[in-house]
């Protein structure tokens, strides 16, 4: 009878003892659950903003344009009579000085 009721106490402190870790770990699961919801909220939040700001970016890309095509030299011109010969020098000779200005 005395064996039972110390085996009885013993038990009952293992119980009493394994209950309160018990409590606490259940306190460390729900602190952990919250936390990780905080945090998945977090990053969802923060996946959105570098989405956004990559679209942003990708706006203010600049795309390469195309070259000007490339001036054709005239080597041949049909002159209709000596007015037309100087006015030709003339247009050559400003075309000349417009070329060797820096811009």
Known sequence: MNYSIAG?????????????FYKDSLKEQERLKLQLTLESENT??????LQLQNEAYKEL???KSE????????E???IKDESCKAE???YKQLFKELAATPP
């Open 76 to 78: 041949k011109v049909f």
């Open 88 to 90: 030709l020098e003339a």
């Open 8 to 20: 009885n106490v013993v038990l009952s402190i293992l119980l009493v003892v394994l209950g309160f």
């Open 61 to 63: 890309m600049v795309v």
């Open 44 to 49: 969802s939040k923060l996946n959105k903003a």
């Open 67 to 74: 070259s000007p095509p490339q001036k054709q030299r005239i």
